[in-house]
């Protein structure tokens, strides 16, 4: 009897415990989940990752949505190769960006080693944040290599004029590209060249581009995403288009943390000088590339506008509804 009571107070108190929990914990949920894509849309907190698994396994993608960055919620299969024809293998990096009540989601697929092969980045929408997500070209948005970029990890950058930008490459490639506004193609710059190439020192993949302060950020990550040394690295400019003079790395592996912490994105709590680093990083007890998990943590600014090295935690961050 005197054990029974023991055990329903340790459960109590765990239940408790678990009621209180105030902080998300690194990583934001069980399972490798790598390249993450974090958005508010609707006061909710969206994370789109890559299922990081074996190029043939990754045929889906999975989506994580949090009013509080504490309690995730899982929504399966958001995306499939199934609906998409010409995607077979090594669906990457989502991008996602909601536009009139549609969302449209950037995504790369077959992981092309040349122009001869099918795939590239592709557009899937949906009218919902959970998807289901159908292929919007029903072909890839780009198909070729660009300036030496391989058309992955792509993101999608809204000018304050309004103006829509592809921003993207791998293979130490960055171009960026202006969208047609319907998300169909793209509208020439002035030279008549479509794809710009904006790649800093140091550039590898994993473009990322926001503003404060009326400048431009860009980041990017170094390094091999299969590797200890995988960074994250920026610049800030007075255009999208750049020059992009890198300054300096301000995430990366941490021998008591983890490794392999980079391809990240950046939130802002909307009006505020809050904001968040989403990036993926390899547990101390793992070596096998694909062994990665979505953390976060806090990302801080100096007075000059440059930002301060991020710091790997444990406990992640605090609970931060949106009001
Ligand atoms: O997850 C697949 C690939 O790993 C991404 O496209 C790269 O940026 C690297 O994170």
Redesign the pocket.
């Known amino acids: 009897m005197q054990k029974k009571t023991w055990l329903l107070g340790l459960i109590l108190v765990a239940l408790i415990a678990n009621g209180q929990q105030k902080f998300s914990g690194n990583p934001l949920f069980p399972g490798w989940y ?2 993450p894509e974090a958005v508010i849309f609707n006061k909710t907190y969206w994370i789109y990752p ?1 299922y ?1 698994a074996p190029y043939h396994k ?1 045929v889906f993608m999975d989506a994580f949505s949090s009013r509080d960055l504490v309690h995730w919620k899982k929504h399966e299969k958001i995306l499939d190769t199934a609906s998409v024809k010409w995607a077979k293998r ?1 669906l ?2 989502p991008a996602i960006v909601k536009k009139k009540n549609r969302y449209f989601l950037f995504f ?1 697929a077959n992981d092309i080693q040349n122009d001869q092969q099918t795939g590239g980045i592709g557009v899937a929408v949906a009218s919902k944040p959970q998807g289901p997500f159908k292929d919007y070209l029903g072909r890839p948005l780009v198909d070729r290599f660009h300036n030496g970029a391989q058309p ?2 792509q993101f999608v950058f809204k000018d304050k004029d309004g103006a829509w930008y592809l921003i993207y490459g ?1 293979w130490r490639h960055c171009n960026i590209a202006r969208l047609k506004d319907d998300f169909t193609g793209f509208i020439p710059f002035k030279d008549g060249s479509l794809f710009k190439e904006i790649t800093p020192e140091k550039y590898v ?2 473009p990322v581009m926001f503003m404060r302060g009326g400048k431009y950020y860009f980041m990017w ?1 170094e390094g091999g ?1 299969t590797g200890p040394d ?1 960074s994250v690295s920026y610049a800030i400019a007075d255009s999208p288009l750049g020059p992009f003079r890198r300054i300096g790395k301000i995430l990366q592996q941490d021998p008591a943390i983890a490794t392999g912490a ?2 990240h994105s950046v939130v802002q709590v909307p009006g505020r000088d809050e904001w968040y680093i989403i990036y ?1 990083r390899r547990p101390l007890t793992e070596k096998d590339g694909n062994a ?1 998990e979505t953390c976060i943590e806090h990302l801080y600014f100096n007075e000059d506008g440059t930002i301060k090295p991020v710091v790997l935690t444990n406990a992640g961050v605090a609970a931060r509804p949106l009001k």
Do not use: L, M, P
């Open positions: 790598a390249d890559t990081s990754q090594a990457w990096a790369g992955i990890d791998g993949e994993g990550s995403w995988y980079g391809h993926h990665r």
